[in-house]
């Protein structure tokens, strides 16, 4: 069973920067993506980011490029995303995902109804 779980969360002014780390676990296949989505009050959940196993791929949203990175620390098996320049709207329960990849499937970044393991969320709040 996958398990994840999310940590890094806080309260920070707009412009600063954060750290979230997703702890991940029970993964028995070799081609999995974990992914970062978040979510506010009335809001559908919305990807922000994400990264690919066989091959390290990321995929960002657009409205977190240039600001946000995905990174994996292999010998922590975690998946870590780096918030910088942090606006209010970016403000939202952030949530680490994951799904597996069959080989030879067309596969989307950020189709919601694809992951089946999710982590409890951890809140960001920025302020202005």
């Known amino acids: 069973e996958v398990q994840l779980v999310e940590s890094g969360g806080g309260l920070v002014q707009a412009g600063g920067s954060l750290r979230l780390s997703c702890a991940a676990s029970?993964?028995?296949?070799?081609?999995?993506?974990i992914a970062w989505f978040r979510q506010v009050p009335g809001k559908e959940r919305e990807g922000v980011s994400c990264?690919?196993?066989?091959?390290?791929?990321?995929y960002y949203a657009d409205s977190v490029k240039g600001r946000f990175t995905i990174s994996s620390d292999n010998a922590k098996n975690t998946v870590d995303l780096q918030m910088r320049r942090l606006k209010p709207e970016d403000t939202a329960v952030y949530y680490c995902?994951?799904?597996?990849?069959?080989?030879?499937?067309?596969?989307?970044?950020?189709?919601?109804?694809?992951?089946?393991?999710w982590g409890q969320g951890t809140q960001v709040t920025v302020s202005s």
């Open positions: 995902a994951a799904r597996t990849i069959k080989w030879g499937t067309t596969w989307y970044p950020f189709r919601l109804r694809d992951y089946d393991s």
């Open positions: 990264m690919r196993s066989s091959d390290s791929m990321t």
């Open positions: 029970g993964f028995t296949f070799d081609d999995y993506v």
